[in-house]
């Protein structure tokens, strides 16, 4: 089993920044892709970015240069730095963890509002 467990959500006015955190716990395979997902009020789950245990990254054009994920793969954790925030980035936040080694390995955390103001 795998525990996600994130934090760093909040309240920030637009153009203001936060950074999310996601740290596993539990049986982590050592490949495997973690990420950040988005979901708002009325609107479908989408990807905000993920990166590799190899260090490769993807994003959503939407957050591309504005946003920046990381790993420290020694702590097993995810970040997520979001900088000149937008009132269109207001979501809860949820962060996942998959693996190409096991076929139902995919797990996600509880999620985190993330709000801006405009």
């Known amino acids: 089993q795998v525990q996600l467990v994130e934090s760093g959500g909040g309240l920030v006015q637009a153009g203001g920044s936060l950074r999310l955190s996601c740290a596993a716990s539990g049986s982590i395979l050592s490949i495997n892709t973690m990420g950040w997902y988005r979901q708002a009020p009325g609107k479908q789950r989408e990807l905000v970015a993920t990166i590799t245990s190899g260090g490769s990254t993807n994003y959503a054009d939407s957050v591309k240069g504005r946003f920046t994920i990381s790993r420290d793969n020694a702590k097993n954790t995810v970040y997520l730095q979001m900088n000149s925030l937008k009132p269109a980035d207001t979501a809860v936040y949820y962060c996942?963890?998959?693996?190409?080694?096991?076929?139902?390995?995919?797990?996600w955390g509880q999620g985190t509002q993330v709000t801006v103001s405009s």
């Open positions: 996942n963890l998959r693996s190409i080694l096991r076929s139902n390995y995919n797990y």
